[in-house]
């Protein structure tokens, strides 16, 4: 059985530069923390419907691809140095 089906864990990513490492949450967790975490449900589940995903699109006033290039930009800077991290993935 799947360990990853029952929790969602945090990613690991590395910092070549400064030579250190981080977890970092995954992108459910860091929406809840900002309070948008039913807005990305709602884009999730009409992103496979062009007509519902365009009005849902209109109504909240972003996509699933800008929250997700939000997410990127935060978690792949060094909190230490501000350089690029590599994703390590979860093991």
């Known amino acids: 059985m799947c360990r990853y089906a029952f929790k969602r864990y945090k990613s690991h990513h590395v910092c070549f530069d400064c030579r250190k490492q981080f977890k970092r949450p995954p992108l459910e967790d860091l929406l809840a923390q900002q309070g948008k975490l039913d807005l990305l449900r709602r884009l999730r589940e009409a992103h496979h419907r062009p007509a519902d995903r365009a009005r849902v699109e209109r109504q909240t006033g972003t996509t699933l691809a800008a929250l997700s290039a939000e997410y990127h930009a935060l978690v792949e800077r060094c909190p230490q140095?501000?350089?690029?991290?590599?994703?390590?993935?979860l093991d």
Not at 81 to 89: E, P, S, V
Request: hydrophobic share 35%.
């Open 81 to 89: 140095c501000g350089g690029t991290m590599a994703d390590l993935g």
